[in-house]
Structures are given as structure tokens and as C-alpha cells.
């Protein structure tokens, strides 16, 4: 498929008269952050669901989904700004504040989150200004929402109590009891701050663990592939011959998941789900925080991530590499299944709607059409 494809699409979809509902995504690894929501929508809807992606093998393989390949470049500027549709939903922070801008034709911008972590460091100051709905995920998003919402002066904005979609997507795709002894996913977030640890602890960590007989899976956050291509070449050269090492670029993260026994991450999202939803121990390697805001507090002092970390998490620093089995043996004694119930309880009076948020958000939608 050549850079004519995504042109000649281009027109075809800003000359529909209007579309109901429309979906962004900015590739596959997002799709199943609301996989789900379009099933049920689709089922229900009398109207064509446009699935609109900035990645060529992104698809949703549905009678009723109309699947549109847009790609990255000036074709989706223009799809941005000139795009016809009652239900924009999409996952992507800043419509507005950058190159990508609101479409005056669009009567609705709604958000769906693709990460549970809170909204008050880890996001621009003004990343979700420029959206209708919000599909809240929890008590946490919602007050931050509307802290946000105040110190912005911004009004007419709508936040849903819906709940987190991928939480019951993952729910459905795990088998709790089935993982593989000993291995380890490490999994670093993307940060803007250059001195992380996927650049200052990750190859020594991996060394580390697979000389103690450990099987680790590597997965990289998607925008490591753009703005950490060196590092990430370093280590699949460094371990490329180890049996025991894989490097993870599949688009979906469930499979790692459901292979590991273990997590190791920095301040990624994936511990969230991680503890809450696989119920496994995880490990927060001590590095610099994901600060995209650094008047975080004008929003809240504390984050659900960190509430999560020090309530059933381990922190580890560079001092423990040395003795790294035993702090992971450790941590695997305390995940009984008292801590099992808590969780439980904790996801329940933090996040809303578990195990029924597409019904929810369906309701919602078909109740304001």
C-alpha cells in the first residue's frame, strides 16, 4: 500500500454527509482499549461504526465497521481538522493543543482512557481540555477531572462514571492460575526525562536475572520504538543468544501477562493491571518519576499509582540487583490470598462498574443519541 492510500481515504470519509460514530486509533496496541465497547455498540447500532487508524494492519473485523487507514502524515491532519460525526471517541491526550486539532464539525469528543494511572503527573497541564465526555474509569479520575476542569476555568464538560474497559477485557482473557514459575516481565514506562530506567538499569537488571536462572520478557512502551531505538537495538543485541530472554513487541500485552509470575516497571500502567487484575506481585525499580506536570499538586498530591505501590507493591533500588532472588521469594510469600481479598475489595471501592463498563458506557451513548 503506497502514500496514495491514505489520501484517496481521506476523501472518501470527509465526503460522508455525517457519521454517528467514529473511533480513533493510533495503532493496534491501542485497539483493545475499547475493542469490547465497539462489539457491544455494533451489535446494537443501526448506524455504520467507522474505525479510523493511523496504522495500516489496525482493523476491527465486524459487519458494520467500516475500517479507514489513515496513516501519520498530512492525510490525518486533515482528517482532524475537517472530519464530519456526531461520536468522536479516542484515546489520545492534546486534541487541540498541538498539531492535531477539533474538527467544528464533530458535535462530540468523547474520552476513553487507555491507562488507569492518575491524571495529575503523568499528562500535560492542559492534555484533556479539548473533550466533551469523559468515560471516567474511578473515584480518583473523576475528582482530578473536575480539579482539572476548575483550575482550566472550563465548563461543559461531562464526566461518566463508566469504569476502566481494558481492566474488564484483560478479566475476561486470563486464566489466573495458569502462569510460568520464575518469569519475569519488565516492562519500563515512557518518560520525557532523558535519565530513566529503561537507559540506566534495565540491561544490568536483565543480566542479572537471567544469570539467576530467571526467564525474562522485555516489553517496551510504544514510544520506546521512536525515542529509545538505541537502547532497545543494545538489548536485543546483549541478550538476542539467551533462551531465556525474550524481547516482547507484540501489540497486545495479555500474553506477557499471562505468562508471567513477576513484574518489574518503573511507573508504568501495566502494574496496575498487573496487581489488581492478575493478582501477581510486582516491583517498582526506583527511577525518576513520569512528571509531564510539574504543578502536579495543583491537581493532587497523591496519585493512584503510588497508593497502589505502597499498599501491595515492593520497591527495589540498584543495591538490591546483587541479592535479587531473594527479594523476589520474599514479595511471592507476601502475595497470600488475604492480600488476593483486598484486592478485590480495593478494585471494587476504587474503580466503577468492574466487569460491566461497556454495558454501562453503552447505556450511557444510546441514552443521549
Known amino acids: 500500500m503506497n502514500f ?78 475537517y472530519i464530519k460525526c456526531k461520536f468522536f471517541f479516542i484515546t489520545l491526550t492534546d486534541i487541540g493543543n498541538y498539531y492535531l486539532k477539533r474538527s467544528n464539525k464533530v458535535d462530540k469528543y468523547v474520552y476513553i482512557f487507555h491507562s ?35 483550575n482550566n476555568n472550563l465548563k ?3 464526566v461518566e462514571n463508566i469504569g476502566y474497559f481494558y481492566f474488564d477485557f484483560l478479566n475476561k482473557k486470563l486464566n489466573l492460575q495458569k502462569f510460568e514459575n520464575n518469569t519475569i516481565l519488565i516492562a519500563p514506562s515512557w518518560n520525557y526525562n532523558p535519565k530513566n530506567f529503561i537507559n540506566t538499569s534495565c540491561i544490568e537488571l536483565i543480566s542479572r536475572l537471567l ?31 539467551n533462551t531465556n530472554f525474550k524481547f516482547d513487541n507484540n501489540f497486545s500485552n495479555i500474553e506477557s501477562i499471562q505468562k508471567s509470575e513477576i513484574l518489574i516497571t518503573d511507573n508504568s500502567g501495566i502494574a496496575i493491571e498487573f496487581c489488581l487484575i492478575a493478582k501477581r506481585p510486582v516491583f517498582y525499580f526506583d527511577s525518576s518519576l513520569k512528571l509531564h506536570n510539574r504543578d502536579y499538586y495543583q491537581i493532587s498530591d497523591t ?32 502475595f497470600n490470598q488475604e492480600l488476593v481479598k483486598e484486592i478485590d475489595d480495593f478494585v471494587n471501592i476504587n474503580y466503577f462498574n468492574y466487569s460491566k463498563s461497556v454495558d454501562k458506557a453503552l447505556n450511557y451513548i444510546m441514552s443521549i443519541d
Open 116 to 150: 488507569p494511572i492518575s491524571l495529575s503527573r503523568s499528562y500535560t497541564p492542559k492534555a484533556f481540555n479539548n473533550y466533551d465526555i469523559f468515560f471516567s474509569i474511578g473515584k480518583k479520575h473523576s475528582e482530578e477531572l473536575t480539579k482539572i476542569f476548575q
Open 303 to 334: 496519585t493512584i499509582e503510588d497508593i497502589i505501590k505502597k499498599k501491595f507493591g515492593k520497591i527495589i533500588r540498584d543495591s538490591d540487583l546483587i541479592k535479587i532472588r531473594e527479594v523476589i521469594e520474599e514479595q511471592k510469600k507476601y
Open 4 to 81: 496514495i492510500t491514505p489520501v484517496i481515504n481521506l476523501f472518501k470519509i470527509l465526503n460522508i454527509n455525517k457519521i454517528d460514530y467514529l473511533f480513533y486509533s493510533e495503532g493496534k496496541v491501542y485497539q483493545n482499549n475499547f475493542y469490547n465497547f465497539i462489539v457491544k455498540l455494533n451489535e446494537k447500532s443501526k448506524s455504520k461504526i467507522y474505525y479510523v487508524s493511523s496504522e495500516i494492519n489496525d482493523k476491527i473485523n465486524l459487519e458494520g465497521v467500516v475500517n479507514i487507514y489513515i496513516s501519520k502524515g498530512l492525510a490525518r491532519l486533515f482528517f482532524f481538522n
Open 211 to 241: 544469570n539467576k536462572k530467571f526467564k525474562v520478557i522485555f516489553r517496551p512502551h510504544p514510544q520506546h520504538y521512536t525515542k529509545n531505538k538505541i537502547i532497545l537495538k543494545q538489548i536485543r543485541k546483549n541478550f538476542k543468544e
Open 156 to 158: 461543559n464538560k461531562n
